[in-house]
């Protein structure tokens, strides 16, 4: 009866830092893409106003993060690319 519940408490561990470890995983891939993003359109299009890029920052969708990683690998202009994301941005704060 104490094995079992051993091996049940190891098994919820192993669950519990599975789960952990992924998230910790998916957080950094999130990171990563805003800060691919933001250096893409420094590197395109030079200045980067401030309000963007803590905009861009806090996007937490990675799918919608992976639409502004091509948004800004083939947009014309930081213009064009503030424009077409701007419905997935949030508002800068004042």
Sequence with gaps: MLESRAEEWKNMFLAEGMAKGREEKEQ????LQKRRIIQLL?????????CLAVSIESVSDPEVLTEFI??????????????????KLPSPRE
């Design 42 to 50: 420094e590197k395109r299009f030079g200045y980067l106003p401030p």
């Design 70 to 87: 091509i948004l800004a690998c083939t947009t014309n202009s930081l213009q064009d690319f503030e424009l077409r994301s701007a419905a």
């Design 28 to 31: 950094q891939i999130t990171a």
